[in-house]
Protein backbone atom coordinates (compact mmCIF):
# COMPACT_ATOMS: atom_id res chain seq x y z
CA UNK A 1 0.00 0.00 0.00
CA UNK A 2 1.79 3.38 -0.91
CA UNK A 3 2.24 6.17 1.37
CA UNK A 4 0.38 8.28 -0.39
CA UNK A 5 -2.87 6.84 0.63
CA UNK A 6 -2.72 7.56 3.86
CA UNK A 7 -3.90 11.14 5.24
CA UNK A 8 -0.97 11.70 7.24
CA UNK A 9 1.77 11.71 4.88
CA UNK A 10 -0.20 14.98 3.22
CA UNK A 11 -0.61 16.63 6.04
CA UNK A 12 2.94 16.39 6.89
CA UNK A 13 3.97 17.84 3.28
CA UNK A 14 1.18 20.21 3.90
CA UNK A 15 2.35 21.69 7.22
CA UNK A 16 5.92 22.47 5.45
CA UNK A 17 3.48 24.51 3.08
CA UNK A 18 1.62 26.16 5.52
CA UNK A 19 1.60 29.44 3.85
CA UNK A 20 -0.14 28.13 0.71
CA UNK A 21 -2.72 26.57 2.98
CA UNK A 22 -3.50 30.04 5.07
CA UNK A 23 -6.15 31.54 2.34
CA UNK A 24 -8.87 28.80 3.54
CA UNK A 25 -8.49 29.58 7.15
CA UNK A 26 -11.31 32.60 7.27
CA UNK A 27 -13.50 30.16 5.24
CA UNK A 28 -13.28 27.18 7.81
CA UNK A 29 -14.68 29.66 10.18
CA UNK A 30 -17.23 31.51 8.15
CA UNK A 31 -18.57 28.13 7.59
CA UNK A 32 -17.68 26.67 10.84
CA UNK A 33 -14.97 23.87 9.75
CA UNK A 34 -13.72 22.55 13.30
CA UNK A 35 -10.06 22.07 11.35
CA UNK A 36 -6.86 22.23 10.63
CA UNK A 37 -6.49 24.44 7.83
CA UNK A 38 -3.42 21.59 7.00
CA UNK A 39 -5.64 18.61 7.75
CA UNK A 40 -7.23 16.41 4.84
CA UNK A 41 -10.86 18.08 3.71
CA UNK A 42 -13.15 16.59 1.41
CA UNK A 43 -17.21 17.07 0.65
CA UNK A 44 -17.48 14.80 3.52
CA UNK A 45 -16.86 17.59 5.79
CA UNK A 46 -19.84 19.59 4.63
CA UNK A 47 -22.46 17.09 4.86
CA UNK A 48 -25.24 18.99 6.50
CA UNK A 49 -23.78 22.54 5.56
CA UNK A 50 -25.91 24.24 3.15
CA UNK A 51 -23.78 25.54 -0.20
CA UNK A 52 -24.69 29.14 -0.96
CA UNK A 53 -25.56 28.57 -4.91
CA UNK A 54 -23.72 31.54 -7.10
CA UNK A 55 -26.12 34.50 -8.52
CA UNK A 56 -26.27 32.48 -11.48
CA UNK A 57 -26.86 29.09 -11.03
CA UNK A 58 -30.38 30.60 -9.49
CA UNK A 59 -31.34 33.09 -11.48
CA UNK A 60 -31.55 33.27 -15.52
CA UNK A 61 -28.21 35.63 -16.86
CA UNK A 62 -29.95 36.90 -19.63
CA UNK A 63 -32.29 38.96 -17.37
CA UNK A 64 -29.35 39.65 -14.83
CA UNK A 65 -26.49 40.29 -16.93
CA UNK A 66 -27.46 43.45 -18.53
CA UNK A 67 -28.41 45.01 -15.09
CA UNK A 68 -24.31 44.76 -14.18
CA UNK A 69 -22.16 48.12 -15.06
CA UNK A 70 -18.98 45.89 -16.32
CA UNK A 71 -21.62 44.33 -18.53
CA UNK A 72 -22.87 47.06 -20.13
CA UNK A 73 -19.06 48.42 -21.09
CA UNK A 74 -18.81 45.54 -22.90
CA UNK A 75 -19.46 45.63 -26.90
CA UNK A 76 -22.54 44.19 -28.03
CA UNK A 77 -20.76 41.08 -29.60
CA UNK A 78 -19.22 40.42 -26.32
CA UNK A 79 -22.54 40.85 -24.67
CA UNK A 80 -24.65 38.53 -26.68
CA UNK A 81 -22.20 35.97 -25.89
CA UNK A 82 -22.72 35.70 -22.14
CA UNK A 83 -26.05 35.88 -22.00
CA UNK A 84 -27.05 31.73 -22.59
CA UNK A 85 -24.06 31.58 -19.47
CA UNK A 86 -26.59 29.85 -16.89
CA UNK A 87 -28.34 28.36 -19.35
CA UNK A 88 -25.58 26.78 -21.29
CA UNK A 89 -22.82 26.78 -18.66
CA UNK A 90 -20.38 27.88 -21.11
CA UNK A 91 -19.77 30.94 -23.55
CA UNK A 92 -17.71 31.08 -26.44
CA UNK A 93 -15.44 34.21 -27.09
CA UNK A 94 -14.88 34.12 -30.46
CA UNK A 95 -11.25 35.98 -31.44
CA UNK A 96 -10.36 36.76 -27.83
CA UNK A 97 -6.92 37.23 -28.08
CA UNK A 98 -5.04 38.55 -31.29
CA UNK A 99 -2.78 36.74 -33.65
CA UNK A 100 0.30 38.79 -32.29
CA UNK A 101 -0.68 37.76 -28.83
CA UNK A 102 -0.82 33.85 -29.71
CA UNK A 103 1.90 33.60 -31.60
CA UNK A 104 3.89 35.19 -28.60
CA UNK A 105 2.41 32.07 -25.81
CA UNK A 106 3.34 29.37 -28.24
CA UNK A 107 6.89 30.97 -28.76
CA UNK A 108 7.02 30.96 -24.93
CA UNK A 109 5.82 27.32 -24.83
CA UNK A 110 8.36 26.60 -26.89
CA UNK A 111 11.28 28.36 -25.08
CA UNK A 112 10.15 27.24 -21.87
CA UNK A 113 10.06 23.84 -23.14
CA UNK A 114 13.54 23.87 -24.82
CA UNK A 115 14.87 25.47 -21.71
CA UNK A 116 13.90 22.28 -19.19
CA UNK A 117 11.87 24.79 -16.94
CA UNK A 118 8.52 23.42 -18.04
CA UNK A 119 8.22 19.55 -18.46
CA UNK A 120 4.69 17.17 -19.64
CA UNK A 121 3.61 15.50 -17.21
CA UNK A 122 0.49 12.99 -16.69
CA UNK A 123 1.03 12.01 -20.37
CA UNK A 124 0.83 15.28 -22.25
CA UNK A 125 0.52 18.31 -20.10
CA UNK A 126 2.73 21.45 -19.30
CA UNK A 127 0.87 22.22 -15.76
CA UNK A 128 1.47 25.42 -14.36
CA UNK A 129 3.75 27.53 -17.26
CA UNK A 130 2.43 30.27 -15.59
CA UNK A 131 4.62 30.15 -12.73
CA UNK A 132 7.45 30.23 -15.21
CA UNK A 133 6.27 33.14 -17.58
CA UNK A 134 5.23 36.64 -17.17
CA UNK A 135 3.83 36.42 -20.98
CA UNK A 136 1.84 33.19 -19.86
CA UNK A 137 0.46 34.77 -16.81
CA UNK A 138 -0.38 38.31 -17.60
CA UNK A 139 -2.60 36.71 -20.98
CA UNK A 140 -4.37 34.37 -17.70
CA UNK A 141 -4.50 37.58 -16.32
CA UNK A 142 -6.05 39.65 -18.88
CA UNK A 143 -7.48 42.71 -17.99
CA UNK A 144 -11.07 42.01 -20.10
CA UNK A 145 -10.92 38.13 -19.61
CA UNK A 146 -11.12 38.93 -15.63
CA UNK A 147 -13.54 41.31 -15.89
CA UNK A 148 -15.44 38.69 -17.95
CA UNK A 149 -15.02 36.01 -15.38
CA UNK A 150 -15.55 37.96 -12.35
CA UNK A 151 -19.17 39.17 -14.00
CA UNK A 152 -19.90 35.44 -14.65
CA UNK A 153 -19.42 34.38 -11.10
CA UNK A 154 -20.78 37.80 -9.87
CA UNK A 155 -17.61 38.40 -7.53
CA UNK A 156 -13.48 38.24 -7.66
CA UNK A 157 -12.06 35.47 -9.55
CA UNK A 158 -8.04 35.18 -9.16
CA UNK A 159 -5.75 32.67 -11.65
CA UNK A 160 -4.84 29.67 -9.90
CA UNK A 161 -3.53 27.04 -12.98
CA UNK A 162 -3.13 26.74 -16.42
CA UNK A 163 -2.59 23.72 -18.63
CA UNK A 164 -1.01 23.81 -22.00
CA UNK A 165 -1.14 21.29 -24.30
CA UNK A 166 0.97 20.51 -27.67
CA UNK A 167 -1.58 17.28 -29.07
CA UNK A 168 -5.03 16.45 -27.62
CA UNK A 169 -5.29 15.31 -24.47
CA UNK A 170 -7.99 12.15 -24.87
CA UNK A 171 -9.01 12.88 -21.29
CA UNK A 172 -12.79 11.17 -20.53
CA UNK A 173 -15.70 13.59 -19.90
CA UNK A 174 -14.99 14.73 -16.30
CA UNK A 175 -16.01 18.03 -14.14
CA UNK A 176 -13.41 19.92 -13.12
CA UNK A 177 -15.00 20.01 -9.49
CA UNK A 178 -13.70 16.51 -9.16
CA UNK A 179 -10.12 17.86 -9.12
CA UNK A 180 -10.60 21.94 -8.20
CA UNK A 181 -13.04 21.48 -5.14
CA UNK A 182 -14.63 24.50 -3.41
CA UNK A 183 -17.09 24.88 -0.26
CA UNK A 184 -19.86 26.24 -1.69
CA UNK A 185 -19.25 24.29 -4.83
CA UNK A 186 -18.92 25.70 -8.02
CA UNK A 187 -16.44 28.68 -6.90
CA UNK A 188 -14.01 27.95 -9.99
CA UNK A 189 -14.47 28.87 -13.46
CA UNK A 190 -12.21 27.79 -16.59
CA UNK A 191 -10.73 28.85 -19.92
CA UNK A 192 -10.26 27.31 -23.18
CA UNK A 193 -7.71 28.83 -25.71
CA UNK A 194 -7.18 28.17 -29.04
CA UNK A 195 -3.56 28.63 -30.23
CA UNK A 196 -4.43 27.60 -33.44
CA UNK A 197 -7.53 26.91 -35.26
CA UNK A 198 -8.40 23.30 -34.38
CA UNK A 199 -9.01 20.13 -36.29
CA UNK A 200 -11.98 17.44 -35.76
CA UNK A 201 -8.60 14.91 -36.13
CA UNK A 202 -6.63 16.46 -33.60
CA UNK A 203 -8.96 15.87 -30.22
CA UNK A 204 -10.70 18.66 -29.93
CA UNK A 205 -12.19 19.38 -26.59
CA UNK A 206 -15.62 18.15 -25.85
CA UNK A 207 -18.36 19.61 -24.13
CA UNK A 208 -21.91 18.58 -22.75
CA UNK A 209 -24.09 21.93 -22.45
CA UNK A 210 -26.71 22.21 -19.75
CA UNK A 211 -24.47 19.19 -18.17
CA UNK A 212 -23.60 22.29 -15.37
CA UNK A 213 -26.94 21.47 -13.82
CA UNK A 214 -26.26 18.08 -12.74
CA UNK A 215 -25.60 17.21 -9.12
CA UNK A 216 -21.96 17.58 -8.47
CA UNK A 217 -20.04 14.29 -8.43
CA UNK A 218 -17.95 13.54 -4.84
CA UNK A 219 -16.11 10.49 -3.64
CA UNK A 220 -19.29 8.78 -2.23
CA UNK A 221 -20.63 8.64 -5.36
CA UNK A 222 -18.20 6.32 -6.53
CA UNK A 223 -17.82 4.79 -3.59
CA UNK A 224 -14.46 6.54 -2.73
CA UNK A 225 -14.73 7.78 0.74
CA UNK A 226 -12.21 6.40 2.37
CA UNK A 227 -11.61 5.77 5.90
CA UNK A 228 -10.43 8.09 9.10
CA UNK A 229 -6.40 7.67 8.11
CA UNK A 230 -6.68 6.70 4.53
CA UNK A 231 -7.93 8.76 1.28
CA UNK A 232 -10.32 6.46 -0.98
CA UNK A 233 -8.63 3.57 -2.64
CA UNK A 234 -10.81 4.09 -6.19
CA UNK A 235 -8.55 4.53 -9.48
CA UNK A 236 -9.45 7.47 -11.45
CA UNK A 237 -11.09 5.44 -14.01
CA UNK A 238 -13.71 4.63 -11.08
CA UNK A 239 -14.46 7.81 -11.43
CA UNK A 240 -14.56 8.12 -15.04
CA UNK A 241 -17.35 5.61 -15.36
CA UNK A 242 -19.67 7.18 -12.65
CA UNK A 243 -19.70 10.13 -14.85
CA UNK A 244 -20.67 8.33 -17.90
CA UNK A 245 -22.86 6.24 -16.47
CA UNK A 246 -24.61 9.99 -15.20
CA UNK A 247 -24.65 10.91 -18.95
CA UNK A 248 -25.92 7.62 -20.15
CA UNK A 249 -28.88 8.58 -18.16
CA UNK A 250 -29.95 12.11 -19.09
CA UNK A 251 -30.32 13.59 -22.96
CA UNK A 252 -27.66 15.81 -22.95
CA UNK A 253 -25.95 16.41 -25.95
CA UNK A 254 -22.06 16.14 -26.73
CA UNK A 255 -20.93 19.43 -28.49
CA UNK A 256 -17.10 19.13 -30.10
CA UNK A 257 -15.18 22.91 -30.18
CA UNK A 258 -13.57 23.57 -33.34
CA UNK A 259 -12.05 27.31 -32.82
CA UNK A 260 -10.42 29.14 -34.86
CA UNK A 261 -7.10 30.61 -33.51
CA UNK A 262 -7.87 33.09 -30.95
CA UNK A 263 -10.72 31.88 -29.37
CA UNK A 264 -11.89 31.08 -26.44
CA UNK A 265 -14.50 28.88 -24.34
CA UNK A 266 -15.08 29.47 -21.04
CA UNK A 267 -17.24 26.59 -18.49
CA UNK A 268 -18.74 26.25 -15.82
CA UNK A 269 -17.13 24.52 -12.66
CA UNK A 270 -19.50 21.52 -13.30
CA UNK A 271 -19.85 21.40 -16.74
CA UNK A 272 -18.87 17.97 -18.09
CA UNK A 273 -16.05 17.99 -21.19
CA UNK A 274 -12.69 16.12 -21.77
CA UNK A 275 -10.84 15.19 -25.22
CA UNK A 276 -12.09 13.93 -28.19
CA UNK A 277 -9.77 10.68 -29.65
CA UNK A 278 -6.72 11.89 -31.84
CA UNK A 279 -7.14 10.47 -35.09
CA UNK A 280 -4.36 12.10 -37.10
CA UNK A 281 -1.13 10.81 -34.92
CA UNK A 282 0.23 13.39 -36.66
CA UNK A 283 -1.73 16.45 -35.73
CA UNK A 284 -1.46 19.04 -33.01
CA UNK A 285 -3.86 20.77 -30.38
CA UNK A 286 -2.36 23.80 -29.78
CA UNK A 287 -4.08 24.89 -26.59
CA UNK A 288 -3.90 26.41 -23.19
CA UNK A 289 -6.42 26.47 -20.16
CA UNK A 290 -6.88 28.55 -17.26
CA UNK A 291 -8.68 27.59 -14.08
CA UNK A 292 -9.34 30.37 -11.32
CA UNK A 293 -11.24 30.13 -8.20
CA UNK A 294 -13.06 32.85 -6.94
CA UNK A 295 -11.90 34.77 -3.54
CA UNK A 296 -14.54 33.57 -1.21
CA UNK A 297 -14.50 29.79 -0.87
CA UNK A 298 -12.32 26.83 0.38
CA UNK A 299 -10.32 25.20 -2.65
CA UNK A 300 -9.15 21.43 -2.29
CA UNK A 301 -8.56 18.26 -4.14
CA UNK A 302 -11.18 16.08 -3.23
CA UNK A 303 -10.27 12.81 -4.69
CA UNK A 304 -6.56 13.29 -2.40
CA UNK A 305 -8.30 15.31 0.46
CA UNK A 306 -5.67 17.78 0.19
CA UNK A 307 -6.86 22.02 0.87
CA UNK A 308 -5.31 23.50 -2.04
CA UNK A 309 -1.66 25.18 -2.29
CA UNK A 310 -2.15 28.54 -4.34
CA UNK A 311 1.01 30.34 -5.70
CA UNK A 312 1.41 33.66 -4.18
CA UNK A 313 2.76 34.67 -7.46
CA UNK A 314 -0.11 34.31 -9.16
CA UNK A 315 -1.96 36.53 -6.52
CA UNK A 316 0.35 38.96 -7.13
CA UNK A 317 -0.18 40.64 -10.63
CA UNK A 318 2.26 41.63 -12.94
O1 LIG B 1 -8.27 20.17 -23.40
C1 LIG B 1 -8.68 19.07 -23.11
O2 LIG B 1 -8.68 18.13 -23.89
C2 LIG B 1 -9.21 18.82 -21.72
C3 LIG B 1 -8.93 19.95 -20.80
C4 LIG B 1 -9.54 19.75 -19.46
O3 LIG B 1 -10.25 18.82 -19.24
C5 LIG B 1 -9.30 20.69 -18.38
O4 LIG B 1 -8.36 21.48 -18.47
O5 LIG B 1 -10.04 20.66 -17.39
Request: net charge neutral.
Amino acid sequence: MSLRSYKFTYQLYNFFKKDQLKHNIPFYKKYNLNKKYYSSISSEDFIGIDSPPNLYDVKDSKEELPKKKTFQTLDDKTQNELLSWSDDGYVVLENFFSEEEIESYKQEIDDLLESGKVKFRYGNKIMFAIHHSKTLRSAGNNKKLLQILSLLMDKNVELFQSINFIEGSQQRTHSDSIHMTTFPYGNLIAVWVALEDIKPDSGPLHYYPKSHKLPYIHNRDYDNVGTKYKIGDKLYNKYEDCIEDVLRKTDLEKKIFLPKKGDLLIWHANLLHGGEKVTNENSTRKSMVFHYYTDDAICFHEISQRPTLKNKKLIVKD
